[in-house]
């Protein structure tokens, strides 16, 4: 059975529906993300009547963040093999 996306999961971004700007919403990034790129989702944003939305940070190895961003379901996917 495949993982659901939820908190604490690994995702990986398949692809970017948006321009890079359009991910900055936190304000925080290094660099946008780009396809490819492996994080964790850390919240889902649910509102009546809008497609729910994925938080998702990316870490750098001493752990500080590398973006956070805002996806849609079809822009991530469960990343079957996280970095450890």
């Given at each position: 059975?495949?993982?659901?996306?939820?908190?604490?999961?690994?995702a990986?971004?398949?692809?970017?529906?948006?321009?890079?700007?359009?991910?900055?919403?936190?304000?925080s990034?290094?660099r946008?993300?780009?396809?490819g790129?492996?994080g964790?989702?850390?919240?889902?944003?649910?509102?009546?009547?809008?497609?729910?939305?994925?938080?998702?940070?990316?870490c750098l190895?001493?752990?500080s963040?590398l973006?956070l961003a805002?996806?849609?379901?079809?822009?991530?996917e469960?990343?079957p093999?996280?970095?450890?």
């Amino acid at each position: 059975m495949a993982q659901a996306l939820k908190p604490f999961v690994c995702a990986r971004v398949r692809r970017l529906l948006n321009d890079a700007p359009s991910y900055e919403g936190w304000h925080s990034n290094r660099r946008p993300p780009q396809v490819g790129d492996g994080g964790t989702i850390i919240d889902v944003l649910s509102s009546p009547n809008l497609p729910d939305r994925y938080v998702v940070e990316s870490c750098l190895p001493d752990g500080s963040c590398l973006w956070l961003a805002d996806f849609l379901e079809e822009e991530i996917e469960v990343d079957p093999a996280p970095m450890g």
